[in-house]
């Protein structure tokens, strides 16, 4: 049982950035595959950003593509989200989620193929 915990959410304005963490509470994190998402209020919970187990690929939804960075420190099992250019569209719970133990160099998630979640933080973005 993998436990994951996310910190770093909070309230801003258009524009500004955000930095989410999210430690993980297994020995073998870096054999996962982890990711983002997000859930606004009335939405289903929807790809963010992935990445790979030694950071050598990620992969990014278009709506954050250029805004949003993904990055992992393997040595203290935590993965976090840099978000830049923050617009009101990106209010939404975040979610960290990590599927495996997985194959090097695969930076694909989907909702359904994650094994473990957190609990969410909530990211507003006012205008």
């Given at each position: 049982q993998v436990q994951l915990v996310e910190s770093?959410?909070?309230?801003?304005q258009a524009g500004g950035s955000l930095r989410l963490s999210c430690v993980a509470s297994t020995g073998i994190f870096s054999r996962y595959t982890m990711g983002?998402?997000?859930?606004?209020?009335?939405?289903?919970?929807?790809?963010?950003?992935?990445?790979?187990?030694s950071s050598g690929s990620t992969n990014y939804a278009d709506s954050v593509k250029d805004r949003f960075t993904i990055s992992r420190d393997n040595a203290k099992s935590t993965v976090y989200l840099?978000?830049?250019?923050?617009?009101?569209?990106?209010?939404?719970v975040y979610y960290c989620a990590a599927e495996g133990p997985a194959l090097p160099g695969i930076a694909s998630m989907s909702a359904g193929g994650a094994h473990y979640w957190g609990q969410g933080t909530q990211v507003t973005v006012s205008s």
């Amino acid at each position: 049982q993998v436990q994951l915990v996310e910190s770093g959410g909070g309230s801003v304005q258009a524009g500004g950035s955000l930095r989410l963490s999210c430690v993980a509470s297994t020995g073998i994190f870096s054999r996962y595959t982890m990711g983002w998402f997000r859930q606004a209020p009335g939405k289903e919970r929807e790809f963010v950003a992935a990445i790979s187990r030694s950071s050598g690929s990620t992969n990014y939804a278009d709506s954050v593509k250029d805004r949003f960075t993904i990055s992992r420190d393997n040595a203290k099992s935590t993965v976090y989200l840099r978000m830049n250019s923050l617009k009101p569209e990106d209010t939404a719970v975040y979610y960290c989620a990590a599927e495996g133990p997985a194959l090097p160099g695969i930076a694909s998630m989907s909702a359904g193929g994650a094994h473990y979640w957190g609990q969410g933080t909530q990211v507003t973005v006012s205008s």
